[in-house]
């Protein structure tokens, strides 16, 4: 019997007993299609590219995938704090207004 557990608060749950809810998410770089061009793909695209990592090496930051693709697990409490707020703008809020 497979394992699950909630990736949000940790909770088990067993296969076929509990109700678990499964969250998909992909994130990827969007541009318009119709910008895309020869000269995009040429040297100065390069250029601009390794220049962006450079940037992005000195501020000592990994540079984010252009696209990811996730899977979480999610108990029914999880899952109902998700979908009233996906992406934890509350929680966001919250600590903004600590600071
Ligand atoms: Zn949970």
Request: proline content about 5%; charged content about 35%; overall charge negative.
């Amino acid at each position: 019997m497979k394992h699950y557990s909630c990736d949000l608060c940790g909770k088990d749950l067993a296969d076929g007993l509990a109700a678990r809810f499964v969250l998909q998410m992909e994130v990827f770089a969007a541009h318009d299609p119709a910008e895309i061009n020869e000269c995009d793909l040429g040297d100065d695209h390069l250029e601009e590219m390794g220049q962006l990592l450079r940037e992005a090496e000195e501020m000592d930051l990994e540079p984010a995938p252009a696209f990811k693709k996730m899977r979480f697990d999610m108990c029914p409490s999880c899952h109902r704090k998700f979908l009233a707020d996906p992406l934890s703008r509350e929680a966001q809020k919250f600590d903004f207004s600590e600071n």
